[in-house]
């Protein structure tokens, strides 16, 4: 999966712990999500698109490749 | 705001800030559980010796490290999704290890009795800290 998730936070000049913490999730999940290493639940991608008020396809695309 | 320092902090200094996150996020009950288990453990190990032992001291002994296992336990249950993966790699990670080290010692005549926790625990350790490692960066 691919996401615009740094791009979004940065747009907003929202620090990656500022995020967490709107989320409720630590520093480390919003790192590990930006870098692609960790794709979010289906739950935690819908509060982050929520959050960026945008549809989460907007914020999530599957990597065809 | 500064964006670009609040982003240069380590991966120690997360790891121990998250870690003291976790363990806040505990309800005050568990956090006495599992206090209370590594106090007793660590008295009963340092006090007592293990051949003063008997059944009353033994059932002591494994009623602290079920207390401290349960509190490990809860940590992570609490935790967020992302360290509950971390605390699942590192889960499958130590089984793994610590079979082979053991298993191994074994069969090289080296039995290690109860110490063979202590292999089981810090395989663990290990590994958690090598999976919250690969999992923040790969």
């Known amino acids: 999966m691919k996401n615009r998730v740094r ?10 712990k500022e995020l967490g913490s709107r989320l409720g999730m630590s520093r480390q999940a919003i790192i590990a999500i930006e870098n692609g290493k960790f ?8 509060r982050l698109s929520r959050l960026f008020k945008k549809p989460v396809e907007d914020v999530f695309q599957l990597d065809e490749a | 705001m500064n964006v670009a320092a609040d982003e240069r902090e380590s991966l120690v ?8 996150a976790s363990w806040n996020a505990m309800p005050l009950a568990w956090r006495a559980v599992t206090v209370a288990g590594v106090v007793m453990f660590v008295g009963l190990n340092l006090l007592v010796g293990r051949e003063a032992g008997g059944p009353a001291i033994a059932s002591l002994r494994v009623l602290a490290l079920i207390a401290m296992v349960s509190g490990s336990v809860e940590s992570a249950r609490v935790a967020d999704e992302f360290y509950q993966r971390v605390y699942l790699h590192a889960c499958a990670y ?10 191994a010692l074994f069969e090289f005549g080296v039995n290690l009795g109860v110490r063979s926790v202590s292999v089981v ?5 290990i590994s958690f800290v090598v999976a919250f490692a690969v999992n923040r960066r790969g």
């Open chain 2, 121 to 125: 625990v810090t395989t663990f350790v």
């Open chain 2, 13 to 20: 200094h997360d790891l121990m800030v998250e870690t003291g």
């Open chain 1, 39 to 46: 794709d979010p639940s289906l739950k935690l991608a819908m």
């Open chain 2, 94 to 103: 130590a089984f793994i290890a610590s079979t082979l080290i053991l298993y």
């Open chain 1, 7 to 16: 791009e979004l936070r940065l747009e907003r000049d929202w620090t990656q």
